[in-house]
Nanobody, 125 residues
């Protein structure tokens, strides 16, 4: 099992940058694929980015390609989401999630049994 805690959210102007961090407890962090999801008010929770357990493959939603970067540091039990050129539509609660799926990468939220509490990101004009 793994516990996840997000940090780094907040208020930023459009065009600015933020880096979200997700700290994971437990000695088996390197066994989990990781994902970042987001949920805006009145909308479903959607995948933003995902990364394999070794960090050798990544996935990005079309809406964030070229602007966001997911990375992980297994030695520190951390996963990051660097967000650049932020837009108003990036405003949402962002969640870190872990999936015990071996070498795969997945965008399906149902395959992630472990979730952080979420952190607010607000982009203003």
């Amino acid at each position: 099992q793994v516990q996840l805690v997000e940090s780094g959210g907040g208020l930023v102007q459009a065009g600015g940058s933020l880096r979200l961090s997700c700290s994971a407890s437990g000695r088996t962090f390197s066994s989990y694929a990781m994902g970042w999801f987001r949920q805006a008010p009145g909308k479903e929770r959607d995948i933003v980015a995902a990364i394999t357990l070794r960090g050798d493959k990544t996935y990005y939603a079309d809406s964030v390609k070229g602007r966001f970067t997911i990375s992980r540091d297994n030695a520190k039990n951390m996963v990051y989401l660097q967000m650049n050129s932020l837009k108003l539509e990036d405003t949402a609660v962002y969640y870190c999630a872990a999936a015990p799926i071996g070498w795969e990468i997945t965008v399906a939220s149902t395959r992630y049994p472990y979730w952080g509490q979420g952190i607010q990101v607000t982009v203003s004009s």
